[in-house]
């Protein structure tokens, strides 16, 4: 026993204890990140329990892993922070624990902790209606260090929500000094864990779940194109061994940041694991003397990988997205692009959108196209005046038809774009960012929107469409990468959206960026939508959205029914499995309705009808991955919030190894209630499943306990269909 001075604290949530120690008021570190811990337990003795032997070849003492850890500690890892003077000579800093504040300091008269807890979701009318009130929101703890020598001054504060722990980090400098990387506050990672799951992709193959074994050294992934992107979501899940979908234990982590992340997850040579997330590395271009890390989002599940999901899932839903018409229930979508592409025409539009009501659809969308001279991607934007050889009349008398037909309007922009051939770019033509000789991107390129003029350029022109007309929705675009990270234009971007959605609240935004490019709790904190990806092929997509549910939640995630042949990958698949597959998320269609059949119209309109009969509760309850006996199935079950009733999509991607189905066990349910299972598009079975299995001519009733144990006994299907299994309890 050393005669160190321990102090500790602890953190709580429902899911999650977090103890953090500061030994002789050094940096604190967490000792502890796991299911809660007894009220009673002894912090200290944990300290004292954590500290790890040595042995000959390691120092006397084992550096910490703090919540920045120091290079100047001889910490055998990545170190939370790299930092360079006026004149480029490295800083290593080493801090001392200051202050603590705790929300009981903060009761007693400190001032607030700013950037602590997430708007309440009630209270503001923000919310969804319908859920169960917030609970534990605000418990904040806040450690401030200081590294006099430098001038230096750290802080790391968590709060507690409902269902995870956020935490952020800030750096200040009494002089201007060049940041390299700030990591916000890092955990260690589990240790009976083999394997770590991150987030690859691509254009029209978002969410890619990577697992790769931890190994001594480092796995990094960074996104270094100035958006979340297609190629490395920001978030990571920390399996432990034997955990899947419904159960075991497994911690994730997400960094809500839209301008590119760097993510290490380290071995060090002692066995010991570390998690870091910030921005992107250099991504602060200029010097300075504040820095703060965007929060992170953390979580514990002792229910597999669905714990994790559903605690992003309702952390977004209820707690970052303001809901522009929260007593609203969402709307279905049309959106043009794919039916008309830039050949606006305003004759076909009208019976377009007169078709797409028919169908059920309540917002038309006018995408790209509908501006400057825009009759390709290879000019105009930038020039956001409406075309008037496109619209004589202006908008107005497309929005009244649309309103006519019952539906809500919106528009598409991409504000932080211009091209070369643009009256924007010829004004202005030092508003672009980066170098003159940089690769164009779809012929465009970025505005330089850290100019406070470029702002205000982009603001008069939004503000003036959406002053001048009837709309309700923005699809925000971002259709290439930036020439460099660079956080400030990152800044500039949410304050543009700050703004306008401080000006027009009735307006609903969704973010998009060639599909996926841009999803994160930084950009959905001004959005309440998400352009999931460009594959409007429902096979790619039915893999895309399970992936992803992983963090958003099925009210945020677009889905859009795509044309008979898919755009982007030629297959034609049955107009059964695309409606349903877009009717597990937030339903739209995305084709020319002049090419449906008949029959492909009925079956259009009978899901759609479903999907709104059942949004109410479905928007507001979680998903949860099944795990399928079967790889060539991807099923989900949706469960409401009071557990009374779910729908489950089995989605039979490819053809089964094996010749008959394999039962599908459910998971959530209350194992003694009983529920009654209903096979809601039962006339789907086709003429090649012979068999009688129950579901298929008539409900059954049983136990959840059998739906969890032995699971659902499902008829035969083609690949690339979908049946729905609608459940009651009773
Ligand atoms: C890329 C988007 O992802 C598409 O949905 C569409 O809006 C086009 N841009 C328009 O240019």
Same mark, same amino acid.
């Given at each position: 026993m050393t005669d160190e001075t321990i102090r500790a604290w602890r953190m709580d949530t429902r899911d999650q204890t977090l103890v953090l120690v500061s030994r002789d008021d050094a940096l604190p570190e967490c000792?502890?990140?796991?299911?809660?811990?007894?009220?009673?337990?002894?912090?200290?003795?944990?300290?004292?329990?954590?500290?790890?032997?040595?042995?000959?070849?390691?120092?006397?003492?084992?550096?910490?892993? /703090?919540?920045?850890p120091e290079a100047r500690r001889s910490f055998p890892g990545q170190? &939370?922070?790299?930092?360079?003077? @006026? +004149? $480029?000579?490295?800083?290593?800093?080493?801090?001392?624990?200051?202050?603590?504040?705790? /929300?009981?300091?903060?009761?007693?008269?400190?001032?607030?902790?700013?950037?602590? &807890?997430?708007?309440?979701?009630? @209270? +503001? $009318?923000?919310?969804m209606p319908g859920l169960p009130p917030g609970g534990t929101d605000g418990d904040v703890l806040r450690f401030t260090c200081e590294d006099a020598r430098n001038a230096l001054t750290y802080t790391a504060t968590f709060t507690a929500h409902d269902d995870l722990i956020t935490a952020r980090a800030t750096l200040t400098c009494g002089h201007p000094i060049h940041l390299d990387w700030l990591a916000a506050p890092v955990l260690p990672a589990p240790q009976l864990a083999d394997e770590v799951i991150d987030v690859s992709g691509r254009w029209i193959g978002e969410?890619?779940?990577?697992?790769?074994?931890?190994?001594?050294?480092?796995?990094?992934?960074?996104?270094r194109t100035g958006r979340s992107g297609h190629e490395h979501f920001p978030g990571l899940i920390l399996p432990c061994r034997g955990t899947t979908n419904t159960q075991g234990q497994a911690f994730g982590l997400h960094y809500g940041w839209s301008g590119g992340h760097r993510m290490i997850a380290e071995e060090l040579p002692d066995g010991r694991r570390q998690v870091q997330f910030g921005h992107a590395a250099?991504?602060?271009?200029?010097?300075?003397?504040?820095?703060?890390?965007?929060?992170?989002?953390?979580?514990?599940?002792?229910?597999?990988?669905?714990?994790?999901?559903?605690?992003?899932?309702?952390?977004?839903?209820?707690?970052?997205v303001?809901?522009?018409?929260?007593?609203?229930?969402?709307?279905?979508?049309?959106?043009?692009?794919?039916?008309?592409?830039?050949?606006?025409?305003?004759?076909?539009?009208?019976?377009?959108?007169?078709?797409?009501?028919?169908?059920?659809?309540?917002?038309?969308?006018?995408?790209?196209?509908w501006f400057g001279r825009r009759d390709d991607d290879t000019t105009s934007l930038g020039d956001w005046v409406i075309d008037p050889r496109k619209y004589p009349g202006g908008l107005t008398p497309l929005i009244d038809?649309?309103?006519?037909?019952?539906?809500?309007?919106?528009?598409?922009?991409?504000?932080?774009?211009?091209?070369?051939?643009?009256?924007l770019a010829r004004a202005h033509p030092d508003w672009i960012l980066g170098p003159a000789d940089q690769i164009p991107g779809r012929q465009q390129f970025v505005l330089n929107i850290a100019l406070p003029e470029v702002r205000e350029y982009l603001y008069n022109h939004i503000a003036a469409v959406l002053s001048a007309h009837d709309v309700d929705y923005v699809k925000w675009d971002h259709n290439r990468v930036l020439p460099a990270p660079d956080a400030a234009q990152t800044r500039g971007t949410y304050a543009l959206f700050d703004r306008l959605r401080a000006d027009f609240p009735h307006v609903e935004l969704e973010s998009c960026a060639s599909g996926g490019g841009r999803i994160d709790f930084g950009i959905l904190k001004r959005t309440a939508r998400v352009w999931l990806s460009d594959s409007n092929d429902a096979l790619e997509r039915l893999r895309i959205q399970h992936d992803a549910a992983l963090f958003l939640p099925m009210a945020v995630t677009g889905s859009h029914v795509g044309p008979r042949q898919c755009h982007t990958s030629g297959r034609v698949l049955d107009i059964r499995f695309r409606a349903w597959v877009a009717a597990q998320r937030h339903m739209g269609f995305e084709m020319d309705p002049r090419e449906l059949t008949e029959d492909e119209a009925r079956v259009l309109q009978e899901v759609t009808a479903w999907w709104k009969a059942n949004r109410g509760w479905m928007c507001r309850g979680d998903i949860l991955r099944l795990d399928s006996a079967d790889p060539s199935v991807i099923a989900e079950q949706q469960l409401s919030r009071d557990g009374a009733r779910f729908v489950v999509f089995a989605g039979e991607a490819e053809t089964s190894a094996q010749i008959a189905p394999r039962p599908l066990r459910l998971t959530g349910l209350d194992a003694g209630a009983r529920y009654r299972m209903h096979l809601a598009n039962r006339a789907d079975a086709v003429g090649l499943s012979r068999g009688d299995p129950a579901l298929k001519s008539g409900d059954i009733e049983v136990s959840g306990q059998y739906l969890m144990q032995h699971g659902l006994t499902l008829p035969w299907a083609f690949p690339q269909s979908m049946w729905v299994i609608e459940g009651t309890r009773l």
């Amino acid at each position: 026993m050393t005669d160190e001075t321990i102090r500790a604290w602890r953190m709580d949530t429902r899911d999650q204890t977090l103890v953090l120690v500061s030994r002789d008021d050094a940096l604190p570190e967490c000792i502890y990140w796991g299911a809660p811990l007894p009220e009673d337990e002894d912090l200290e003795t944990l300290a004292s329990a954590a500290v790890m032997d040595v042995t000959g070849g390691m120092l006397d003492a084992s550096p910490p892993l /703090s919540l920045s850890p120091e290079a100047r500690r001889s910490f055998p890892g990545q170190p &939370g922070m790299m930092l360079r003077d @006026g +004149g $480029g000579a490295i800083i290593l800093p080493t801090f001392a624990l200051r202050d603590v504040t705790t /929300s009981d300091t903060i009761n007693e008269g400190h001032p607030p902790v700013a950037g602590g &807890g997430e708007a309440p979701a009630r @209270g +503001g $009318g923000r919310g969804m209606p319908g859920l169960p009130p917030g609970g534990t929101d605000g418990d904040v703890l806040r450690f401030t260090c200081e590294d006099a020598r430098n001038a230096l001054t750290y802080t790391a504060t968590f709060t507690a929500h409902d269902d995870l722990i956020t935490a952020r980090a800030t750096l200040t400098c009494g002089h201007p000094i060049h940041l390299d990387w700030l990591a916000a506050p890092v955990l260690p990672a589990p240790q009976l864990a083999d394997e770590v799951i991150d987030v690859s992709g691509r254009w029209i193959g978002e969410f890619r779940l990577n697992r790769t074994p931890w190994t001594p050294g480092i796995h990094m992934r960074e996104s270094r194109t100035g958006r979340s992107g297609h190629e490395h979501f920001p978030g990571l899940i920390l399996p432990c061994r034997g955990t899947t979908n419904t159960q075991g234990q497994a911690f994730g982590l997400h960094y809500g940041w839209s301008g590119g992340h760097r993510m290490i997850a380290e071995e060090l040579p002692d066995g010991r694991r570390q998690v870091q997330f910030g921005h992107a590395a250099q991504s602060e271009t200029e010097p300075g003397t504040r820095f703060e890390t965007a929060k992170i989002y953390l979580t514990h599940s002792t229910t597999g990988l669905n714990g994790i999901a559903t605690a992003h899932q309702r952390h977004a839903r209820d707690r970052i997205v303001t809901w522009p018409h929260p007593d609203r229930p969402r709307p279905v979508h049309y959106n043009c692009w794919e039916a008309v592409y830039f050949n606006h025409d305003l004759a076909e539009l009208k019976d377009i959108a007169s078709r797409a009501a028919a169908l059920g659809a309540e917002r038309f969308v006018l995408d790209d196209g509908w501006f400057g001279r825009r009759d390709d991607d290879t000019t105009s934007l930038g020039d956001w005046v409406i075309d008037p050889r496109k619209y004589p009349g202006g908008l107005t008398p497309l929005i009244d038809h649309v309103k006519a037909e019952g539906m809500g309007f919106g528009i598409w922009f991409e504000p932080e774009m211009v091209n070369r051939d643009s009256d924007l770019a010829r004004a202005h033509p030092d508003w672009i960012l980066g170098p003159a000789d940089q690769i164009p991107g779809r012929q465009q390129f970025v505005l330089n929107i850290a100019l406070p003029e470029v702002r205000e350029y982009l603001y008069n022109h939004i503000a003036a469409v959406l002053s001048a007309h009837d709309v309700d929705y923005v699809k925000w675009d971002h259709n290439r990468v930036l020439p460099a990270p660079d956080a400030a234009q990152t800044r500039g971007t949410y304050a543009l959206f700050d703004r306008l959605r401080a000006d027009f609240p009735h307006v609903e935004l969704e973010s998009c960026a060639s599909g996926g490019g841009r999803i994160d709790f930084g950009i959905l904190k001004r959005t309440a939508r998400v352009w999931l990806s460009d594959s409007n092929d429902a096979l790619e997509r039915l893999r895309i959205q399970h992936d992803a549910a992983l963090f958003l939640p099925m009210a945020v995630t677009g889905s859009h029914v795509g044309p008979r042949q898919c755009h982007t990958s030629g297959r034609v698949l049955d107009i059964r499995f695309r409606a349903w597959v877009a009717a597990q998320r937030h339903m739209g269609f995305e084709m020319d309705p002049r090419e449906l059949t008949e029959d492909e119209a009925r079956v259009l309109q009978e899901v759609t009808a479903w999907w709104k009969a059942n949004r109410g509760w479905m928007c507001r309850g979680d998903i949860l991955r099944l795990d399928s006996a079967d790889p060539s199935v991807i099923a989900e079950q949706q469960l409401s919030r009071d557990g009374a009733r779910f729908v489950v999509f089995a989605g039979e991607a490819e053809t089964s190894a094996q010749i008959a189905p394999r039962p599908l066990r459910l998971t959530g349910l209350d194992a003694g209630a009983r529920y009654r299972m209903h096979l809601a598009n039962r006339a789907d079975a086709v003429g090649l499943s012979r068999g009688d299995p129950a579901l298929k001519s008539g409900d059954i009733e049983v136990s959840g306990q059998y739906l969890m144990q032995h699971g659902l006994t499902l008829p035969w299907a083609f690949p690339q269909s979908m049946w729905v299994i609608e459940g009651t309890r009773l």
